[in-house]
């Protein structure tokens, strides 16, 4: 029962794009909003409603007398419109999360990392930062440190109630997917009265952008797959319990057992693993009160940021006991552990953020170009399309941290 419930949220939200995307190539197009007299007096006075009209060849004539048909205040309005129009990317890269929590949160609830990225990739302050000219690398690197990103999910449970948690969970993907829907909608209806003037006669160029964005998430996990020497995901809480890949993305919706607080903290992950094996230093008092001294005086430690190992003398492929895993190790949490062949070469953490990276640049700019672009959007109408999309990625956002 519980994995039909859980399967039927993917099958809503892919239904809801299938449905969304595609139907922008049937779209009635109009001159400006249908509502409004200014465009619906220009429109008559130049046959805006002949679809002949939108052709690449012919769309320039219809544009010129659209602009001759309306007053000077309000030429004013559809330029601060394209304007207010084209700060909507930036925004929204502000707000979304960025590239490698996108990737972190997709290995657990893939549908929400697409509800997330979907109109917005967040990007980190320093572009391409991982590549460094040779001159500039460590003289003597830790190579496993440099290799291993080690990620620590913690999963929050509502109630120890199962039917209460699952309630709530299910909610709480039901208002993503409303979210979702509703940003796709007020793409299409400002898709159906604006026209680029380059590609005039293209429909899909603005409903490109949240599939552009959809596409990306798909292509940066195919190639973590690819450049990838091992992948280890685990519960430190529970070492022994081995998942598929469809009991790990069930995880967020069951209520874990917690463990009893005399429990021996877990020796060594014994999970999912593609590939590749680690030997795992078993934990010591020593190495407790270590780890616990390094917690309290880690000032950097939140909640999906990379883990360095803290020591740089261990052998590689010996995994020292970091603070987090011996803090969390009776939680609700799961870790994963990503190997890369590589320190510096090409399949190395570096490039494969740098590669990610640049392709959602591109897309960051080509949401831009095509926003500045667009044409017949007056301030209001722009307005009411910049909030509305981005008090929708924020609510995503909350949800997505909260529940």
């Known amino acids: 029962m519980m994995r039909k419930i859980f399967l039927s949220s993917r099958v809503l939200l892919i239904s809801a794009l299938s449905f969304l995307i595609p139907s922008a190539l049937a779209l009635n197009r109009t001159i400006g909003p249908p509502n409004d007299y200014r465009f619906i007096a220009a429109s008559r006075a130049c046959n805006g409603s002949d679809p002949a009209n939108f052709k690449f060849a012919v769309c320039s004539v219809l544009i010129a007398c659209v602009y001759e048909n309306i007053d ?5 309005s559809l330029s601060s419109g394209a304007n207010i ?7 929204l890269v502000l707000i979304g999360f960025p590239t490698l929590e996108v990737i972190e949160l997709a290995f657990l609830s893939p549908h929400r990392a697409v509800a997330v990225c979907c109109f917005g990739i967040g990007l980190p302050t320093g572009l391409f930062r991982q590549l460094r000219p040779l001159r500039l690398q460590p003289s003597n690197p830790n190579a496993m440190e440099l290799r291993a990103r080690e990620w620590t999910i913690f999963l929050p449970t509502i109630s120890h109630r199962q039917w209460r948690h699952l309630a709530v969970k299910l909610a709480a993907d039901s208002t993503i997917i409303a979210t979702v829907s509703i940003m796709f909608w007020r793409n299409l209806v400002v898709t159906s009265f604006t026209m680029v003037p380059w590609r005039c006669e293209y429909t899909w160029l603005l409903p490109a952008w949240p599939l552009a964005c959809i596409i990306w998430l798909l292509m940066a996990f195919i190639l973590l ?3 990838k020497e091992s992948i280890h995901i685990y519960n430190p809480a529970n070492p022994s319990t081995k998942y598929t890949i469809l009991g790990l993305m ?3 919706y069951t209520v ?5 607080s005399n429990s021996a903290i877990p020796s060594s992950p014994s999970l999912l693993s593609y590939g590749g094996e680690e030997e795992i230093d078993r934990v010591s008092a020593s190495d407790i009160g270590v780890a616990l001294h390094q917690y309290q005086s880690d000032s950097h430690f939140h909640r999906g940021e990379p883990r360095r190992h803290a020591s740089s003398s261990s052998a590689p492929g010996i995994v020292r006991p970091n603070s987090t895993a011996l803090l969390v190790g009776r939680s609700n949490c799961v ?3 990503i190997v890369m062949p590589s320190s510096f070469g090409f399949r190395s953490w570096g490039w494969y953020e740098a590669i990610i990276e640049a392709i959602a640049v591109g897309i960051y700019l080509y949401a831009t170009f095509v926003l500045t672009s667009l044409l017949f959007l007056n301030a209001d109408k722009a307005m009411m399309y910049a909030t509305t999309t981005a008090i929708c990625l924020s609510v995503i956002r909350i949800l997505v941290v909260l529940f």
């Open 85 to 91: 129009a084209s700060l909507l990317p930036t925004i």
């Open 225 to 227: 797959h690819f450049m």
């Open 72 to 76: 000077e205040a309000f030429k004013a």
């Open 335 to 337: 870790t994963i552990r």
């Open 256 to 260: 874990m057992p917690q463990k009893d």
């Open 250 to 252: 069930k995880l967020p």
